[in-house]
C-alpha cells in the first residue's frame, strides 16, 4: 500500500506540481488550499506526511503544525516557505516539524528526501510496535 502524503498550500501550482510528482513516485497524494481543508481531509482519512505551507490565508501553516502535533501525533510535516529566515525555520521546529525546507525549489530532491525519511521514521515505530504487540508487552489503551 502506498503512503499517503497531503500538500496544502495556497497557491494552485505548486499544488499542482508537487502532486505530480509525488504520484509520479508512487504515493498517494491528497491536496488542500488551506488549513480547514487540510484538517476536514485529515479527519476522513489518515495520512503519512503533511506537506505545507507556512505562509497562508487564514490559518497559516505553523498554526496548522500546532494543531497537526496535537491531533495527529503519528503524522510527519514538513514545512515549506518562501520566507527565508531563521526566525521561521525555528518557529516551525520548534512546534515539531521534520524539516523546513525552502522556495522556490532549485530541484524536488531535498523534498523527496525529507518525505523519505518520514516514512521511514514510521515504519521503524509501526515494526517496533507490532514486535511489542507480538511479545505481549504492548496493551492497546482504550
Known sequence: MAARIL????EQDILNMLSRHFSFKGY???TARGAIEAL???EAQRFEVVISDVCMPGINGVDLLKIIRNQFPMTHVIMMTGQVSLDTALACMRRGADTCIFKPFSDLRELEEAVERAISDLKRWQDKFLALKAMGSFEQQA
Not at 500538500?7 to 495556497?10: N, Q, S, T
Request: proline fraction near 0%.
Open 28 to 30: 498517494e497524494v491528497g
Open 7 to 10: 500538500i496544502v498550500d495556497d
Open 40 to 42: 476536514s481531509l485529515l
